[in-house]
């Protein structure tokens, strides 16, 4: 389960290993939160509520019912939750079978601090039989898609689990799995032999964390800086999104396709840093703080009733009656959340219409269907056909 951060944390590993400075920048800000890591925390804790159960029948039925208890609670998420417990029963069910002496651990505590100072963390579940360990982490997001191939935060998951079992069972191949019930496809994995986990510690973990550790190295821009909360003054960062817009293009007098799609994968970045830019000075510009050339000003107003009733009555007096709305369904995301995703697909899914959405743009790598194919592609299929 989530908890505290070591400024080395395995959570951040992709951000410091790529920079190493931006570990000693995040220290300088305020820890934060959300409701979906608060979300996600919970959704851990039922997690570890419902192995521990199934390891133990005589523990976990009171604090199964505390959760349930909870605002946070619904059919939905422990819907989703059941995905990751539910793998997680039949590996180790399948890992029994191949090797009666196989163990698992739930929420297991581990250590990494050979490799990172002062590193640890918790793997949510390590099953260990056969020669073989795994290792397995739930993620509760449903905005960013995580894969196990090159995860580094699972990798030290991975090498905090071998430090401590190594010595017990003899291992010589670790399975890393990432579960993330939200996402289509998302349970992945990657599988390295103990030899390559702790080259890789050795080789780019521990010098990246030497660096890291006294706030040196180079700042280096990337798909790591989603996270950094030095992202929005990071100098790297700036210099990176300019390269991107001076960036000269063959003289016609329109772009090709090519370049079009070039365009447009390498402006995401450069955008994400302009609307961090505009965040952060209207964050300076209401602190006080001057941005020449900018100033705050109040954004488009809503209205809102002040008191319902007395509207009401004012109307009603004035003999007006037509004021009101029936009593309405709740929305398909509340209906679901209130009875569950499978519970009402089995009870009304025939009644339940999915219109397709309106079409967005998105790059190759995104994992839904292309709803139209250009000729050459479709030529190509019908030839194969």
Known sequence: MPGKHALLSASSAARWLACPPSAQLCAQYPEETSPFAEEGTFAHAVAECVLKHWLHPEQGAGRMQELMCSPLWSESLYEDVQVYTDLVRSKFEAARKRDPTAVIGIERKVRFDHYVPDGYGTADAVIIGSGEMEVLD????RGVRVDAAGNPQIRLYALGALWEYDLLYD???VRMTIVQ??????ITDDVRSVEALETWGEQVVRPQATLAMNGEGELQAGAHCRFCKHRHRCRARAEAAKQIVRKDFALRTALTPEEMGQALTEAEPYLEWIKDLQETALHDVLQGKAVPGWKAVEGRSTRKYGDPQAVARALEAAGYADIYEPKTLLGLTALEKAVGKKKLNDLAGAYILKTPGKPTLAPESDKRPAILE????????????
């Not at 739930?138 to 997001?141: C, I, M």
């Not at 019930?181 to 998302?186: K, L, V």
């Open 138 to 141: 739930l993620k509760f997001g």
């Open 374 to 385: 250009d000729s050459k592609t479709a030529f190509a299929r019908e030839e194969g056909a």
């Open 181 to 186: 019930p939200r996402i289509p496809g998302g």
């Open 171 to 173: 291992i010589d191949m």
